[in-house]
């Protein structure tokens, strides 16, 4: 059984938020990243693989507090809120407090596919959580986005987090090459 889950994979999609995507600082390459993403719903769908959108919420009062228009996931992703599960957190980590990894455990799901933002936040948290709870982790290496910084471009950011990220914590995978 355990070699089943260790192949059943489930798409994991971080804060794909108005707030966030839509907000006074534009994501790196955020159409790309977008396009992407609903490429791998598309993918993920005609698999019959699990998709979790995880939406970051912000304390009472907050722009992303729950329920807010800023909250919401982007109108132009193609997630179902009929099928697809969504997650609220409130911390970096898509685990943290959300009940996420007993969800995996009780879909037998044994490989995460991991896309969103913010790359050096909540998908780096994320990523480097996944496989000290047991599941395989693919980042989609174009799929994932921040916005620029002082100290770093938005480009650098992502990359940095591709290479560092691949291998120890996650095998990174291009949009083209990941299989559910």
């Known amino acids: 059984m355990q070699a089943d889950n260790a192949q059943r994979s489930a798409l994991l999609i971080i804060d794909m938020q108005v707030g966030l995507f839509h907000g006074p600082d534009q994501p790196w390459e955020g159409q790309r990243v977008l396009e992407n993403i609903n490429q791998l719903i598309g993918l993920a769908r005609q698999a019959g693989a699990p998709i979790f959108a995880v939406r970051h919420t912000g304390p009472e009062g907050s722009p992303i507090a729950a329920g807010s228009a800023l909250w919401q996931l982007v109108p132009e992703l193609q997630v179902d809120p009929a099928v697809d599960r969504l997650v609220d957190k409130t911390r970096p980590s898509c685990f943290f407090n959300t009940g996420l990894a007993e969800q995996l455990d009780d879909a037998g799901i044994g490989r995460l596919v991991i896309v969103g933002m913010k790359t050096q936040y909540c998908v780096d948290s994320t990523s480097r959580l996944t496989r000290d ?48």
């Open 133 to 180: 709870l047991g599941f395989e982790a693919v980042l989609v290496g174009d799929a994932h986005t921040c916005m620029e910084t002082p100290g770093l471009s938005a480009r650098a950011i992502v990359e940095h987090h591709n290479a560092t990220l691949n291998g120890a914590f996650v095998q990174v995978l291009s949009t083209a090459d990941v299989r559910f």
